[in-house]
């Protein structure tokens, strides 16, 4: 997903509860939906499960120590149902290239600073 806009939907900082509203653009429609953090370890472990929107959505970051600084994973699990079940198994590796730009702009904004 190239994701457009995120916005804070409960006070900061970060936390079990959290809300994010997010507008992305996704096989050239725009999609909105509400993440929910539902598990949170700082530097360490980030869940977020939509709470409402397209379809159901499970976003999970893990970060690690490595070699070069910090390894990150990210991990996008969901279960399409009606049109979405039709077309799962090209929406996900279109989701697959488009978090891999969205990590590439992601990789290259923390580097410049």
Request: no cysteine; charged share 25%; hydrophobic share 40%.
């Given at each position: 997903?190239?994701?457009?806009?995120?916005?804070?939907?409960?006070?900061?900082?970060?936390?079990?509860?959290?809300?994010?509203?997010?507008?992305?653009?996704?096989?050239?429609?725009?999609?909105?939906?509400?993440?929910q953090?539902?598990?949170?370890?700082?530097?360490?472990?980030?869940?977020?499960?939509?709470?409402?929107?397209?379809?159901?959505?499970?976003?999970?970051?893990?970060?690690?120590?490595?070699?070069?600084?910090?390894?990150?994973?990210?991990?996008?699990r969901?279960?399409?149902?009606?049109?979405?079940?039709?077309?799962?198994?090209?929406?996900?590796?279109?989701?697959?290239?488009?978090?891999?730009?969205?990590?590439?702009?992601?990789?290259?904004?923390?580097?410049?600073?």
């Open positions: 997903m190239n994701i457009k806009r995120v916005e804070w939907q409960t006070p900061r900082p970060i936390e079990v509860g959290s809300r994010f509203a997010f507008v992305a653009m996704f096989l050239g429609r725009r999609l909105e939906y509400v993440y953090v539902v598990e949170y370890v700082p530097d360490k472990r980030l869940v977020m499960r939509t709470a409402d929107g397209p379809f159901p959505m499970e976003t999970t970051y893990e970060w690690e120590p490595a070699e070069m600084g910090t390894r990150m994973t990210l991990r996008n969901g279960t399409p149902s009606g049109f979405s079940r039709i077309v799962a198994p090209f929406m996900s590796a279109a989701m697959r290239r488009a978090n891999q730009k969205d990590l590439a702009a992601l990789k290259a904004r923390l580097e410049a600073k």
